[in-house]
């Protein structure tokens, strides 16, 4: 049976990917932190505001979004074209990032 530590750790990488889709479908205008969170607590992968954050910093050092916002009250996110290109199947998702085989 798997331990609890390696079922947060799929459940972060899960997370990681949803993030990006629910960026992707925003395109081209940043999505903010509160629709991603409302989006992911509809889905049933329920995070903290502060996890969020955590998500999209981790993201944002993959270099696969940008942020604007950090420091202010409210974070907004724009997937880079590398972020692009992991969404659309055209670049390997790095490791980290749970995205399901493509069809």
């Given at each position: 049976?798997?331990?609890?530590?390696?079922l947060?750790?799929?459940?972060r990488?899960?997370?990681?990917?949803?993030?990006?889709?629910?960026?992707?479908?925003?395109?081209?205008?940043?999505?903010?932190?509160?629709?991603?969170?409302?989006?992911?607590?509809?889905?049933?992968?329920?995070?903290?505001?502060?996890?969020?954050?955590?998500?999209?910093?981790?993201?944002?050092?993959?270099g696969?979004?940008?942020?604007?916002?950090?420091?202010?009250?409210?974070?907004f996110a724009?997937?880079?074209a590398?972020?692009?290109?992991?969404?659309?199947?055209?670049?390997?998702?790095?490791?980290?990032?749970?995205?399901?085989?493509?069809?």
């Amino acid at each position: 049976m798997p331990d609890a530590i390696d079922l947060e750790q799929k459940r972060r990488e899960e997370a990681r990917w949803r993030v990006l889709r629910v960026i992707d479908a925003g395109r081209p205008i940043a999505v903010s932190e509160q629709i991603i969170w409302r989006v992911l607590a509809d889905i049933k992968l329920s995070l903290s505001l502060n996890a969020v954050r955590r998500e999209l910093a981790y993201l944002r050092d993959l270099g696969l979004l940008e942020l604007e916002g950090e420091g202010a009250e409210t974070w907004f996110a724009k997937l880079t074209a590398s972020g692009v290109d992991v969404v659309e199947y055209n670049f390997p998702a790095p490791a980290g990032v749970a995205r399901p085989r493509k069809y």
